[in-house]
Antibody, heavy 124, light 107 residues
Framework: EVQVLESGGGLVQPGGSLRLSCAASGFTFDDYAMHWVRQAPGKGLEWVSAISAKGGSTEYADSVKGRFTVSRDKYKNMLFLQMDSLRAEDTAVYYC?????????????????WGQGTLVTVSS | EIVMTQSPATLSVSPGERATLSCRASQSVSSNLAWYQQKPGQAPRLLIYGASTRATGIPARFSGSGSETEFTLTISSLQSEDFAVYYCQQYNNWPLTFGGGTKVEIK
């Protein structure tokens, strides 16, 4: 079964840093792009970042560009999101999601499956 | 950035009735449009991709249509488990963007 499972959320002060992790299983990890999507409390979905299958290409939403860094480790089947200079508006549940289309080129895609999410709260 | 607009924000429907949800893109996204279902406290679930292709395991009562800028998700006969929030998402251009969602509630 294809699964992704996030961890690493928590409470952090404004200006602080946090690193989210996503463990992938049930598929050949470095054949698929991966994404982060977030959802602020009571709000809709916002795509955050994407990384290509081999990790050579990345994309970011303007709201996080320059502050967040996505990476992956093919040996551990792990996806990461390094979040720096955190702001109150970054408070959200962060979901890890798999691109279901096997491709080595990073192109826009949809998401399936999604993890259960990890909550990040930025507050003093 | 492509703006996705969903309507209505809330749809009140009786079980067994048909529900029609709309999604409009601010510019053409071809058929690069997906629909998701999200229930309270759960992650979104992929329903439709390519505007009209059902994802694995999705019941036939869910159908998608449209292209370019106008899209529709139809639930032919609402079941109790279908009451949820539905989101559309375009994947034609970066950044990937979602609509604001339509909540389907029990009438």
């Amino acid at each position: 079964e294809v699964q992704v499972l996030e961890s690493g959320g928590g409470l952090v002060q404004p200006g602080g840093s946090l690193r989210l992790s996503c463990a992938a299983s049930g598929f050949t990890f470095d054949d698929y792009a991966m994404h982060w999507v977030r959802q602020a409390p009571g709000k809709g979905l916002e795509w955050v970042s994407a990384i290509s299958a081999k990790g050579g290409s990345t994309e970011y939403a303007d709201s996080v560009k320059g502050r967040f860094t996505v990476s992956r480790d093919k040996y551990k089947n792990m996806l990461f999101l390094q979040m720096d200079s955190l702001r109150a508006e970054d408070t959200a549940v962060y979901y890890c999601a798999k691109d279901p289309v096997r491709s080595f080129i990073l192109s826009g895609s949809f998401f399936d499956p999604w993890g259960q999410g990890t909550l990040v709260t930025v507050s003093s | 950035e492509i703006v996705m607009t969903q309507s209505p924000a809330t749809l009140s429907v009786s079980p067994g009735e048909r529900a029609t949800l709309s999604c409009r893109a601010s510019q053409s996204v071809s058929s690069n449009l997906a629909w998701y279902q999200q229930k309270p406290g759960q992650a979104p679930r992929l329903l439709i991709y390519g505007a009209s292709t059902r994802a694995t395991g999705i019941p036939a009562r869910f159908s998608g249509s449209g292209s370019e800028t106008e899209f529709t998700l139809t639930i032919s006969s609402l079941q109790s488990e279908d009451f949820a929030v539905y989101y559309c998402q375009q994947y034609n251009n970066w950044p990937l963007t979602f609509g604001g969602g339509t909540k389907v509630e029990i009438k």
